[in-house]
C-alpha cells in the first residue's frame, strides 16, 4: 500500500513545475507525486513528460483536455489516490508559495497526533505572508475572518491549499458533492470534513508568492467564495 501522495494541479506552470518536482524529491524521495495539468498552453505537461521516467513510477500525470478549474483537478486526483490505495494526500501548489519542507511536518502532525486534516496556515501565529502586497494580505484576513463568523469553524485559514487529507476522511465525503471550483473550493472541504465532526488543525507555515507565472486569483473567483460560504452554511442547516 502507497502511504502518501502529492497533488499538484497546474495551469501555465511551466516555469515552475520541474523546480517544484526536484525540490519535493530532494527532500522526500519516499513521496510519490501527482500532477493534474489543465492542458497548459506553456507547455506544462511537457516538461513533466520529459523527466517522468527518471523517478522510478512515483511521478505521474494527468491531462485534462481543457481549463476545467482548481476543485476539479484536486476531485480527479482524490478519486485516483483513494482508486491508488494511498493513506494520505498532500495539497499543495506548484508555484513554490508552499515550502517543500513543510510537507512532512503536515504529514506527521496526522499521524502521529491521530488528526484527519492538517492545515498548513498562513495566520495561527500572526500573519506569515512574504512578498504580498498589503492589499491582498487585507483581503486574505478578512476573507479568512469572514469564513470563520459564517461557518463556526474555528480555523484560522480556512482558504490554505496547502493540507494533507487522511484517505479515510475523504471517504466519508461525497465528493460528487462538493460544488465549488475556485478557492472557495478549499473552503468547501475543510466545512464539509468539520461538518463531519473529524479533528481538522492547523500547523504554521511561511507561505512566499510566487517568483515566476500569474497567480489565477481573480474576481469571479472572489465572488464565489463570498457567495458560496453563505450558500454552504445555509443548505447545512437541511443536511
Known amino acids: 500500500m502507497n502511504e502518501v501522495l502529492v497533488i499538484i494541479p497546474t495551469y501555465n506552470e511551466s516555469e515552475n513545475i520541474i523546480k517544484i518536482i526536484e525540490s519535493i524529491f530532494n527532500i522526500h524521495q519516499d513521496i510519490n507525486i501527482l500532477v493534474v495539468d489543465d492542458n497548459s498552453p506553456d507547455g506544462t505537461s511537457s516538461k513533466v513528460k520529459e523527466v517522468i521516467s527518471k523517478y ?115 471517504q466519508k465525503l461525497d465528493l460528487r458533492e462538493i460544488k465549488f471550483n475556485g478557492y472557495a473550493f478549499q473552503i468547501e472541504m475543510k466545512f464539509k470534513l468539520f461538518l463531519k465532526k473529524l479533528r481538522l488543525v492547523e500547523i504554521p507555515i511561511i507561505f512566499t508568492d510566487r517568483k515566476f507565472g500569474k497567480s489565477k486569483l481573480n474576481s469571479s473567483i472572489i465572488g464565489e467564495a463570498v457567495l458560496g460560504v453563505i450558500s454552504m452554511k445555509f443548505k447545512s442547516f437541511f443536511n
Not at 483537478?73 to 490505495?85: C, E, P, S
Not at 512532512?104 to 496556515?121: A, H, M, P, Q
Open 56 to 170: 522510478n513510477n512515483k511521478l505521474n500525470l494527468i491531462t485534462r483536455e481543457s481549463k476545467m478549474g482548481l476543485g476539479t483537478a484536486y476531485l480527479r486526483g482524490f478519486n485516483w489516490a483513494i482508486n491508488k490505495d494511498f493513506n494520505y494526500i498532500i495539497s499543495m501548489d506548484a508555484d513554490f508559495s508552499h515550502n517543500p519542507s513543510d510537507i512532512f511536518r503536515l504529514y506527521e502532525t496526522c499521524v502521529n497526533e491521530k488528526n484527519d486534516i492538517c492545515i498548513g496556515s498562513r495566520y495561527i501565529k500572526g500573519i506569515n505572508v512574504i512578498n504580498w502586497p498589503l492589499q491582498r494580505i487585507i483581503l486574505s484576513y478578512f476573507a479568512s475572518f469572514y469564513v470563520r463568523l459564517i461557518t463556526g469553524m474555528n480555523i484560522m485559514d480556512p482558504t490554505s491549499g496547502f493540507v494533507c487529507y487522511s484517505v479515510k476522511s475523504l
